[in-house]
T-cell receptor, first 114, second 112 residues
Framework: DAGVIQSPRHEVTEMGQEVTLRCKPI?????LFWYRQTMMRGLELLIY????????DSGMPEDRFSAKMPNASFSTLKIQPSEPRDSAVYFC????????????FGDGTRLSIL | DQQVKQNSPSLSVQEGRISILNCDYT??????FLWYKKYPAEGPTFLIS?????DKNEDGRFTVFLNKSAKHLSLHIVPSQPGDSAVYFC???????????FGAGTQVVVTP
């Protein structure tokens, strides 16, 4: 079975550029979560969706960050304009419809903003 | 506000012995707890979970214990194997959406 798929795996870009991270959740999962991992803050939840609808975006650090889920099989996290402090590993995770289901993570996108 | 705490950043254990990882939480509304294992350059992998209605859950070499009165859970790995060397994250959820709060992680090194 295919797991959560994230692309790209690595992204290096200059500050000020737009960055788009992509995620394909596990088929049949109806919840999708975006996380950011840094040394200082660990794994922090940015935003999550249920049935393609954003439920809580209180973890999104600034208006420069936005996320969309146009359908059940695709989500994007966009940073515009990017800044060096956005450098981190970004993970996407999905979980199933029954309550108390574990989240399954993709392998992340390592983002470096120069 | 760190609601899930793993106070040991690292743990070294000999192969074949028991690894015990600890986790404390502050939010009494948490009712579902999980452990994840993470290798470098990979995403966290789900290991084992426990609901607040239980105090123990076992899956092969992995056992999770929950002490609700102390707001404490632990993960036991017996016997430890070299492939268990990884970072282990404790996580907790208390809402119907499955939103998770993660601890900072514990780096486990299993030595031969």
């Amino acid at each position: 079975d295919a797991g959560v798929i994230q692309s790209p795996r690595h992204e290096v870009t200059e500050m000020g550029q737009e960055v788009t991270l992509r995620c394909k959740p596990i088929s049949g999962h109806n919840s999708l979560f975006w996380y950011r991992q840094t040394m200082m803050r660990g794994l922090e939840l940015l935003i999550y969706f249920n049935n393609n609808v954003p439920i809580d975006d209180s973890g999104m650090p600034e208006d420069r960050f936005s996320a969309k889920m146009p359908n059940a099989s695709f989500s994007t996290l966009k940073i515009q304009p990017s800044e060096p402090r956005d450098s981190a590993v970004y993970f996407c995770a999905s979980s199933g419809q029954v309550s108390n289901q574990p989240q399954h993570f993709g392998d992340g996108t390592r983002l470096s903003i120069l | 506000d760190q609601q899930v705490k793993q106070n040991s950043p690292s743990l070294s254990v000999q192969e074949g012995r028991i690894s015990i990882l600890n986790c404390d939480y502050t939010n009494s509304m948490f009712d579902y707890f999980l452990w994840y294992k993470k290798y470098p350059a990979e995403g966290p992998t789900f290991l084992i979970s426990i609901s607040s209605i239980k105090d123990k859950n076992e899956d092969g070499r992995f056992t999770v214990f929950l002490n609700k009165s102390a707001k404490h859970l632990s993960l036991h790995i017996v016997p430890s194997q070299p492939g268990d060397s990884a970072v282990y994250f404790c996580a907790a959820s208390g809402d119907s959406w499955g939103k998770l709060q993660f601890g900072a992680g514990t780096q486990v090194v299993v030595t031969p």
